[in-house]
């Protein structure tokens, strides 16, 4: 335990030696006689297991940094970009969140894109009493209370439940209803959060559980896993996984040829268009969860014109070719903290915040309202399906009947397949 011990030290020690001697990363070039920048300072995953939604994540930021300085920045100054590759890994955020709040001294700080790199900075920015914006959190801050702290994942006021919710609502709508569930999930904080939202709602919607279990966050084979669930012959299958154990999962069914009335449901990597392609037709037929998707119903101002930027520069920059589930929502992510210094005039800490809990947001997300524990007033977490995949090909997942939008009623683009098909 001691060796254990002094090599974490020893890791955190280079990793601050690290970052005290990088130049600051994506700052954006500013002539000598400028303002002195605004500067928004950040962690990003921009490597390791979650860099498929951490890269284009940052070039959304980027491009929406360039598009405001262009239009003269904020408060008259420039905006500067501060962020540095936390690895995908929760160890590095501690020292990557004190360089930014106590050496690079930000205006600004913000959340990384995931709930396990979130969680370890929310504490450090508590204690420095600022505004802490967050992309995709799940239910951070329901122990922590934190008021200047904001979410953008639009899960609402029940976070935990929100993930799944759509998945039940589907459902519980079938004739028959279906009596049964199983529950599967990986042994992250993420799909904990998650999978405790599913039980609470299979309870109120009088659903048996017939198998609960998790399984490591870094597994390989996922064939024991379906073919216990198979065992405990469940109506419905509610899997709470990750961006790796997603695709063994599902890669795992269609090998089996398991058919449950309906599957799916909280499940991370499917959004990302290279896990897509990568899946092709074993997606057909699983319900996941998404954001946003090229629907009528989800067109919001802006946001194809911010789309069209993205994927001009998507190929050069190495990273999802759609950008579907981050391209939006991060691009709106730092519109909210446009808005809120344009509103307030100000980058005092306070009266963003008040702002952030007061004001009705309009972004190329859509309409955003903060409410309890700086969630969405109202969930808008979409539960969609893939439908009639015939191959690999990109150009079928720009195809709306092909990714359907099942749930909330309002962003509905079509019906479901039930029962599962495989």
Known sequence: MKGMEMKRRRNARWLWRSLMGLSVAGALAMPASAADPIKIGFSMEETGGLAANGKPALLAMEIWAEDINAKGGLLGRPVQLIHYDDQSNPANIPAIYTKLLDVD?????????????????????????????????????????????????????????????????????????PKTIAISSADIEFAHNAADGARQTAKADGLKIVYDKTYPGNITDCTPVVRAIQAANPDIVLIASYVTDSSCMIRAVKEIGYKP??????????????????????????????????????????????????????????????????????????????????????????????????????????????GK??????????????????GNDLDQFKDPKKTVILDPPAFKSGSVEYPFGG
């Open 105 to 177: 001294k930000v205006d600004i700080v913000m959340g990384s894109y995931a709930t396990g790199l979130i969680a370890p900075a929310l504490p450090i920015v508590m204690q420095h009493n600022k505004l802490f914006p967050a992309l995709l959190g799940l239910a951070v801050n329901s122990e922590f209370h934190y008021p200047k702290y904001f979410a953008m994942i639009p899960s609402g006021p029940n976070p935990k439940t929100a993930f799944t919710e759509g998945f039940f609502n589907i459902a519980m709508a079938q004739n028959p209803k």
């Open 261 to 370: 009335k309906m599957i799916g449901g909280a499940m991370v990597g499917p959004q990302a268009t290279a896990i897509k392609l990568q899946l092709g037709t074993a997606l057909n037929g699983f319900l996941v969860f998404d954001v946003w998707q090229p629907a009528k119903t989800m067109m919001f101002p802006g946001v194809a014109e911010v789309l069209q930027k993205y994927q001009a520069r998507a190929k050069a920059a190495g990273t999802d070719p759609l950008g579907y589930y981050m391209v939006p929502i991060s691009y709106a992510y730092m519109q909210l903290v446009q808005q809120a210094i344009e509103g307030t005039k100000s980058l005092d800490q306070d009266k963003l915040a008040e702002y952030f809990r007061t004001q009705t947001f309009h972004t190329v997300f859509g309409d955003i309202k903060f």
């Open 373 to 390: 524990d700086g969630e969405w007033a109202q969930s808008r977490m979409l539960m969609v399906q893939f439908q009639g995949l015939t």
